[in-house]
Each structure stands twice: as structure tokens, then as C-alpha cells.
């Protein structure tokens, strides 16, 4: 058990540039959730995945944000045309099924200047 | 809709003094409680979880929580804190609705002074 890993630790980007951002989950947990933390919040969700089934996105997620596991193992999010506001720390965390506890990896931080 | 809410967004004590984070829920059926520490760009580390066994968890580092439905709460406590604990602290509930996603609440910082 290696644990969640994500892929940048930082990015810093320019307004208006597409960034992806990769997590390799646990590799028996079939649950994969993103999560955006901005600067003195607690992390909210944008993103579920059940295997490579997308089930759930939060109205946080707008039209450029996309997410994909494409094999059911490691995520992609990718953010299209970024802006100042989606500067934070984008949190990776998968489960298993069945299991309510998830682990998190040590997130991407994003700053958009 | 469930919700948590932290009523302390700093607190500060000293090293050696007990330690208590509050944390009140909202939710319409029995919820899933967890704490989690964030050290300062980290990711999140679980302390200790709730799922409707024991109202009294044991985490880990000495933490721990008591679940109490009659108050909505679920705090956090340790008896004697070390500098080591400073960090920031989430409480979190689970959506029961399927997904297991997590609400989290806007976490307390913890200071501890020498």
C-alpha cells in the first residue's frame, strides 16, 4: 500500500492555459473522489468516480473542468482556460467499496497568475 | 441537506494542556463522523472515524471523540496536547446517499504553545 499519489505537488500556470493534474489511487479501491480546497475552507467535492464510471459532479465543476479514469485506476483532471479563482489545492482520495474511510493523497497546488 | 459545523476557527493552548475541538452535525439520519489533520501542504490524515458502533472512538496520536446525538456533537479531545499537534483539524460527515462523499466543516487551527 503505497498510498493515494498525485501528480504535480504545484503547478503555477497562466491565466488562460490548460492544466491536468493526475492521482493513482490505492490500487484496490475502486472509489476515486476529487476534492478543491481554497485558502482557510475545508475541502469540498467536485467528482466521483465508481471504477471509470463518472457518477457524480458537484455544480462546482464547471464546463472547463473535466475529469477522467479511464481503466478505472488513475484520474485526470484537467482545467481548461483557467482563471485567477481556481487557484487551490486540488485533493485526490479513493475508498473501497463498501468502506466509508478515504484516503486522501498530498494534493496539487494550483496558482493561476 | 448534512452539514458540520466547526465553532473555532483558532485554538490555541499549551503544551501539556487538553486539548477540545468542537464539532456540531447536522444530518436527518445517523451520520458517519471522521476527524482529519491537515499539516501545512499536506494532504489530509484520518485521526479517527464514526460509524454507529462504540459512541466513544479512540484515534490515533492520543486523539479521540465522542459522539453524542442528543447535543449533535461529535468533539475532539486529547488529554495532553504536544507541539507536534499543531495543524489544522476538519471534521467531516458522510453523504449516505450512495457516493460516501465527505461534507467537511472549515476546520480549526490548533496552535500549542511552549
Known amino acids: 500500500d503505497t498510498g493515494v499519489s498525485q501528480d504535480p505537488r504545484h503547478k503555477i500556470t497562466k491565466r488562460g492555459q490548460n492544466v491536468t493534474f493526475r492521482c493513482d489511487p490505492i490500487s484496490e479501491h475502486n472509489r476515486l473522489y476529487w476534492y478543491r480546497q481554497t485558502l482557510g475552507q475545508g475541502p469540498e467535492f467536485l467528482t466521483y468516480f465508481q471504477n471509470e464510471a463518472q457518477l457524480e459532479k458537484s455544480r462546482l465543476l464547471s464546463d472547463r473542468f473535466s475529469a477522467e479514469r479511464p481503466k478505472g485506476s488513475f484520474s485526470t483532471l484537467e482545467i481548461q482556460r483557467t482563471e485567477q479563482g481556481d487557484s487551490a489545492m486540488y485533493l485526490c482520495a479513493s475508498s473501497k467499496q463498501g468502506n466509508t474511510e478515504a484516503f486522501f493523497g498530498q494534493g496539487t497546488r494550483l496558482t493561476v497568475v | 441537506a448534512q452539514s458540520v459545523t466547526q465553532l473555532d476557527s483558532h485554538v490555541s493552548v499549551s503544551e501539556g494542556t487538553p486539548v477540545l475541538l468542537r464539532c456540531n452535525y447536522s444530518?436527518?439520519?445517523?451520520?458517519?463522523l471522521f476527524w482529519y489533520v491537515q499539516y501545512p501542504n499536506q494532504g489530509l490524515q484520518l485521526l479517527l472515524k464514526?460509524?454507529?458502533?462504540?459512541?466513544l472512538v479512540k484515534g490515533i496520536n492520543g486523539f479521540e471523540a465522542e459522539f453524542k446525538k442528543s447535543e449533535t456533537s461529535f468533539h475532539l479531545t486529547k488529554p495532553s496536547a504536544h507541539m507536534s499537534d499543531a495543524a489544522e483539524y476538519f471534521c467531516?460527515?458522510?453523504?449516505?446517499?450512495?457516493?460516501?462523499?465527505?461534507?467537511f466543516g472549515t476546520g480549526t487551527r490548533l496552535k500549542v504553545l511552549a
Open positions: 467531516a460527515v458522510s453523504d449516505l446517499s450512495g457516493t460516501y462523499k465527505y461534507i
Open positions: 464514526y460509524t454507529s458502533a462504540a459512541t
Open positions: 444530518s436527518s439520519v445517523p451520520p458517519y
